[in-house]
């Protein structure tokens, strides 16, 4: 479509929701000094999507019944009303709006995508024992090239099923993981694991680093979905000194880091042992955060720690399924909230969790912290729908781009169903999107303005295939882990 069609649908935008909120003014509309254009000129748009609400997640938390997006080159032009956007503009593909909630694609900040193969590999057991007795030694014997394109092939299309349209991986062989995002339609942020002990793609610190560097060199501005970063594990398997030098490459490109911090009650000790400082202290005292830090869990930071978070702009990845099944502990997200830390969710890997429902965990980061603290009002529903959205967005350092739905912004957003019988009656939909809804409740998924999955329908990933793939390659695992048992 033409410059001069787009102005005239900037300026439709702005008119519409003066119309829908008589006493708001549109922003900036008479600011807009550019001629109108018929509104037939020049031909379709890309896609309108309807619904019965439009849960926005702007700042003012707008929900528009009735309500239309119009989507073209992979940018949202307008919402607003169903009938004057459907009255204006004509779309090559419409998604139909009866019983759908439109709202954005969920945030899932924290996961290791390929480990959906180790799903339910070892269970019930503790972190360190987890990761040192089963995680790592199953790691080194079975993830390859081939482990790594399964395994988030079957994260991506369990992400897309359930209304994940970005996510942050922390996984080896970060190539392949960026490949098979390309090629799914979904938006996410790959960090190449940076490790100090022998891995499936790397020998050490320094060799992890210099990969990582490679990578980064290979896709840094190559899809506009796929942001090449660092993932760094943890400060008890690298030291200072490592930490500092893959900040120093993450700089060198200007790309943000990702790394698990303050998750259990052994790294805390650890920390104290080996440098003399709780974990974020520690951070802080080396210069961890003079560039932008995607830390997963946060459980136990100290009262002196969370101003560091919130000073520092760190974006903390809450996990709370994660959390509980490895008894890592309860994160204090109400305090950090309370404080200003940037707070978005994740679900962690599915080796830990076992699955990639953010749903469950917006249920759980809210039912948790009314427990733990005995008070039913703390993390109420809008809260935690934001921390999956808008608040994930922001805290990944994509507020700007997606997280919420807004002229201007990437067209990352789904359509769910609110018809099946668990839905009625319908009082509150943003009550319901937390309280009641399932991965199952997803229709439809959009990321950058493409339809990845169609009322139900995958159209980016062939289903049959990677469940035949990912079955072969369990049995493989399966038979493996037999034979050393015996
Ligand atoms: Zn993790």
Redesign the pocket.
């Known amino acids: 479509m033409t410059t001069l069609t787009r102005c005239f649908i900037i300026l439709f935008t702005l008119s519409g929701l003066v119309a829908c909120e008589p006493e708001q003014a549109a922003p900036g509309a008479s600011e807009q000094a550019v001629p109108r254009a018929d509104a037939t000129d020049d031909g379709r748009i890309d896609l309108i999507v309807l619904g019965d609400y439009i849960v926005t997640m702007d700042a003012a938390a707008t929900v528009i019944e009735n309500g239309a997006i119009a989507i073209d080159d992979g940018v949202i032009l307008a919402i607003g009303r169903a009938d004057q956007i459907t009255a204006s503009m004509q779309a090559e593909q419409t998604l139909n709006g009866d019983n759908r909630i439109v709202m954005p694609g969920l945030v899932n900040g924290?996961?290791?995508a390929a480990m959906t193969l180790l799903r339910g590999v070892a269970d019930d057991l503790a972190l360190m024992d987890w990761l040192n007795n089963y995680i790592f030694p199953a790691e080194v014997e079975f993830v390859d090239a081939e482990f790594v394109r399964i395994g988030t092939e079957l994260a991506c299309w369990e992400m897309i099923r359930g209304g994940t349209t970005t996510f942050v991986d922390?996984y080896y062989f970060p190539d392949v993981i960026a490949e098979v995002v390309d090629s799914c339609g979904m938006r996410a942020l790959i960090s190449a694991t940076v490790i100090d002990q022998r891995s499936p793609d790397a020998e050490s610190a320094v060799d992890s680093i210099q990969k990582g560097t490679e990578f980064i060199r290979r896709w840094q501005g190559k899809n506009s979905r796929v942001s090449p970063i660092f993932g760094p594990h943890a400060n008890y398997t690298l030291n200072a000194e490592q930490l500092q030098a893959t900040r120093a490459a993450a700089m060198e490109f200007g790309v943000p880091i990702s790394i698990?911090m303050s998750?259990s009650p052994f790294e805390v000790q650890y920390s104290k042992d080996t440098f003399g400082m709780t974990s974020i202290e520690f951070f802080e005292s080396i210069g961890f955060f003079e560039g932008p830090t995607i830390a997963?869990?946060v459980v136990w930071p100290t009262e002196a720690e969370i101003p560091i978070l919130v000073e520092r702009k760190v974006g903390v990845i809450h996990?709370p399924t994660?959390n509980m099944k490895i008894a890592s502990g309860i994160s204090p997200v109400t305090d950090m909230l309370k404080a200003g830390v940037r707070v978005g969710l994740?679900t962690?890997?599915a080796a830990?969790n076992n699955d990639l429902d953010m749903w469950e965990e917006m249920r759980l980061a809210s039912l948790l912290q009314k427990v733990e603290q005995m008070n039913p009002e703390v993390l109420p529903a809008e809260t935690v729908l934001r921390m999956a959205t808008s608040g994930g967005a922001t805290a990944i350092g994509l507020g700007d781009k997606i997280g919420s739905l807004e002229v201007g912004k990437h067209a990352d957003l789904i359509q769910v169903a609110f018809e099946d019988v668990h839905h009625i009656p319908t009082y509150d939909v943003v009550s319901h999107l937390v309280y009641v809804n399932d991965e199952q409740d997803v229709a439809s998924v959009v990321v950058d303005g493409q339809v990845l999955m169609r009322e139900r329908e995958m159209l980016t990933i062939d289903t049959e295939r990677v469940a035949a793939e990912a079955t072969k390659f369990a049995a493989r695992i399966q038979s493996a882990l037999q034979e050393r048992n015996q």
């Open positions: 924290h996961s290791h922390m698990h998750e997963a869990h996990n994660s994740g962690d890997g830990s």
